[in-house]
């Protein structure tokens, strides 16, 4: 299972596109609202959650977290225990944890990316800390997957799925969106 939060003033593509991604690739996701079960995303799109954030309990089901960016959303995920747990989680369990455009700072503030490379929307370089930052639109290091942005939301998935399953099973869901990506 992969959780990807969700919370008031999320850029709703980088929430939605990894959803919708991820469930073509046959992959069980949940989308936990931080704030409630509606949220309401940075361009004022009411979005359903599946769950909301006190109903999530880690377990050996969770496969990996997404974070999304946007603001305020990014500071309203960095702010929820749920969030923290949950990377936390993942953290002391070798799972994978994403993040994109400004959210990849959540990750920096916590100093996981330390000596790792990352990516983030420009201007949030200096948030993360210790980071060897990249200009690539995706990174992986280990078990960390950032993005810079809205644009990169279809690559950004693309790695998630290539990480959990395989880059075969990407790439057949790339093939049928009709799109090109990394």
């Not at 992969?2 to 046959?26: M, Q, Y």
């Not at 069980?28 to 704030?35: A, D, F, I, K, L």
């Not at 993360?128 to 993005?147: H, K, M, P, W």
Request: glycine content about 10%; hydrophobic content about 40%.
């Amino acid at each position: 299972m992969v959780c990807v939060f969700i919370a008031n003033g999320t850029e709703e593509i980088e929430a939605l596109t990894p959803v919708d991604f991820l469930r073509r690739s046959g992959i069980e996701v949940v989308t936990v609202g931080v704030g409630g079960l509606t949220v309401k995303g940075a361009h004022d799109i009411a979005i359903g959650c599946d769950i909301a954030e006190k109903d999530l309990e880690p377990d050996d089901r969770l496969e990996a977290v997404i974070l999304p960016g946007g603001m305020p959303g990014t500071l309203n995920l960095e702010s929820s225990d749920a969030v923290n747990r949950a990377v936390d989680y993942c953290v002391e369990n070798g799972k994978l944890i994403c993040a994109i455009c400004a959210a990849p700072s959540i990750l920096g503030h916590k100093g996981l990316l330390e000596g790792r490379e990352a990516c983030c929307f420009p201007g949030f370089e200096g948030e993360l800390r210790g980071a060897n930052v990249s200009e690539r639109f995706v990174c992986r290091d280990e078990q960390y997957i950032t993005a810079k942005g809205m644009g990169s939301a279809l690559s950004f998935s693309h790695a998630i799925v290539s990480a959990l399953r395989d880059k075969k099973t990407a790439d057949r869901v790339r093939d049928s969106l009709q799109v090109s990506v990394d």
